[in-house]
């Protein structure tokens, strides 16, 4: 399967098989997030965890016997790369049919914080559940979607922009960029508020925050949100061949209230 392919498969799991995840699953997946990358060089730490050990539960889910937390330093930009990676993960948990949902606020979260030895300088936006996805969802879980509006995202002309904010990009004009704004679009999000925009220059994509959530004790949660969508056009693009590296370096372009210029993504080749 490609990644996007399991990006096109992937929903929120919140109704889990009664049962722990197989020991060979475990240790792939200690494996993976002992060093799961972001392309901007912020250093995040997983641990994967026994629900009932550590006494970790959420109103949410259902069946759940393992967690999936991580937490990072609050460095500048903390919250992109910290989404970035926390997706990563998730995906590639999704590779092994292991079920995840990112957790911000629905989780005893002291439980959660004292299992990742927490620190001062220290936060820990997200953390997921992980295991085998029920076939059946938990009527709640049901509901939720259906409030969320999980299965709906904005369209197209709505978060991506050709050279400013004034022009909606066209599905020409997407080029060969066309899957990896597509894995964008699809992105989970907090609340599915989708706050990721993109504007199209000369051989650069241009991420901005569609800011309209306060910040919170865990930073700008929004900018998580972005820094998954950027994990999901970073991995497609690869898988596209198309080449380049992100950079820090605002464009010349006027933007709406409220709108947060985050990075720019570079291209090569
Ligand atoms: C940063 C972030 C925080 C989230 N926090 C919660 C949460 O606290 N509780 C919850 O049930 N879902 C949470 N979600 C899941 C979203 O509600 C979900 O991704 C969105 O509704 C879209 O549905 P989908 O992931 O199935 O496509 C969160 C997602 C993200 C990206």
């Given at each position: 399967m490609t990644i996007y392919d399991l990006i096109k498969s992937r929903r929120s799991i919140r109704t889990f098989e009664e049962k722990p995840?197989?020991?060979?699953?475990?240790?792939?997946?200690?494996?993976?997030?002992?060093?799961?990358?972001?392309?901007?060089?912020?250093?995040?730490?997983?641990?994967?965890?026994?629900?009932?050990?550590?006494?970790?539960?959420?109103?949410?889910?259902?069946?759940?016997?393992q967690y999936l937390a991580a937490k990072v330093k609050r460095v500048d930009g903390f919250e992109v790369a910290?989404?970035?990676?926390?997706?990563?993960?998730?995906?590639?948990?999704?590779?092994?049919?292991?079920?995840?949902?990112?957790?911000?606020?629905?989780?005893?979260?002291?439980?959660?914080?004292?299992?990742?030895?927490?620190?001062?300088?220290?936060?820990?936006?997200?953390?997921?559940?992980?295991?085998?996805?029920?076939?059946?969802?938990?009527?709640?879980?049901?509901?939720?979607?259906?409030?969320?509006?999980?299965?709906?995202?904005?369209r197209t002309d709505e978060l991506f922009f050709n050279k400013n904010f004034e022009t909606a990009l066209t599905e020409n004009e997407e080029g060969d960029f066309a899957e990896a704004f597509n894995a964008v679009r699809l992105a989970p999000s907090a609340a599915n508020g989708q706050p990721w925009r993109i504007v199209l220059g000369k051989d650069k994509v241009h991420f901005y925050e569609a800011k309209s959530m306060k910040d919170s004790p865990l930073g700008d949660v929004q900018k998580l949100d972005v820094g998954i969508a950027v994990a999901h056009f970073d991995l497609v693009r690869q898988e596209t061949g198309i080449e380049g590296t992100f950079v820090f370096n605002a464009p010349d372009v006027v933007t709406p209230n409220g709108m947060r210029y985050i990075t720019t993504f570079e291209r090569t080749k």
């Open positions: 995840l197989s020991e060979e699953h475990m240790k792939k997946l200690t494996e993976y997030v002992r060093n799961v990358e972001n392309p901007f060089g912020v250093p995040i730490e997983f641990k994967l965890f026994d629900a009932k050990e550590n006494g970790l539960t959420s109103p949410v889910i259902v069946g759940a016997k910290f989404g970035y990676s926390f997706e990563k993960a998730c995906l590639y948990a999704l590779s092994l049919g292991i079920g995840t949902v990112m957790l911000a606020a629905s989780l005893n979260r002291a439980a959660f914080e004292k299992a990742m030895a927490l620190t001062q300088d220290e936060v820990m936006p997200l953390a997921s559940p992980i295991g085998y996805p029920s076939s059946k969802m938990s009527i709640r879980e049901a509901l939720m979607r259906k409030a969320l509006h999980a299965d709906r995202r904005k």
